[in-house]
């Protein structure tokens, strides 16, 4: 028998989701809703640089999630600079320039930048290095001559699947405390924001927050 109490809570909890959330949001959108909802709800979190503490929804301002993103940002540099250990590799940028580039058979710097959501001066010191290690190389020319193709060297392949089980080891180290269910919720949720701002990044459309940040 279907308890109507808890259908009405439903019909509410999906009018307001709607209402403050895109038109085209799918069933799978609001169970995410949903589940993320409840799971802050019930559990423990620590504070930024803090203690833990129970979490309501009313306690997680919009601008933590920079400051959450940025401590993530740090535990991550900081395993993976242990996983580096031994290698002439310093920074996490070295490893998606390989990465990224291991996927093609070579690629034009700029596009390997943009790949890379980075700025051309920052990419081009990264690629610069790399090159410098042996670990990746010209690659042959195409037909526009001014265009300057690389590829992953023999050398940066054999260190790129060296590094693949550590780094394995630094992503399940990553989601920690996490339940399967929660740390594939958040790769998905992840995957969805990367898409969103690394679009915007690529189509030179950054500028449509401009206004927003230099308040």
């Not at 504070?47 to 997680?60: A, M, N, P």
């Not at 596009?111 to 990419?123: C, R």
């Not at 740390?183 to 990367?194: E, G, M």
Request: aromatic letters at 6%; proline letters at 2%.
């Amino acid at each position: 028998m279907i308890r109507k109490d808890i259908l009405f809570e439903l019909v509410e909890e999906l009018d307001t989701y709607c209402a403050n959330n895109a038109p085209d949001a799918s069933l799978g959108d609001f169970l995410n809703y949903m589940y993320l909802k409840n799971s802050i709800g019930i559990s423990k979190a620590r504070k930024i640089g803090g203690g833990q503490v129970l979490l309501d929804e009313k306690d997680v301002p919009e601008e933590d999630l920079g400051k959450l993103l940025l401590m993530m940002n740090r535990y991550a540099k900081h395993y993976i600079k242990i996983a580096f250990e031994g290698t002439d590799l310093q920074t996490p940028e070295e490893f998606t320039y390989l990465m990224v580039l291991f996927s093609y058979d070579k690629l034009l710097q700029s596009d390997l930048i943009k790949k890379n959501a980075m700025e051309k001066a920052s990419g081009n010191e990264v690629i610069k290095r790399l090159l410098r290690l042996g670990l990746v190389e010209k690659a042959a020319q195409v037909e526009d001559k001014r265009a300057r193709p690389i590829a992953v060297s023999a050398a940066g392949r054999t260190l790129l699947l060296s590094l693949l089980p550590k780094m394995k080891t630094v992503g399940n180290i990553l989601v920690g405390n996490l339940s399967s269910q929660e740390r594939d919720l958040l790769i998905l949720l992840l995957a969805k924001l990367d898409h969103h701002h690394h679009a915007i990044l690529n189509n030179g459309d950054s500028n449509i927050y401009s206004g927003l940040l230099t308040k």
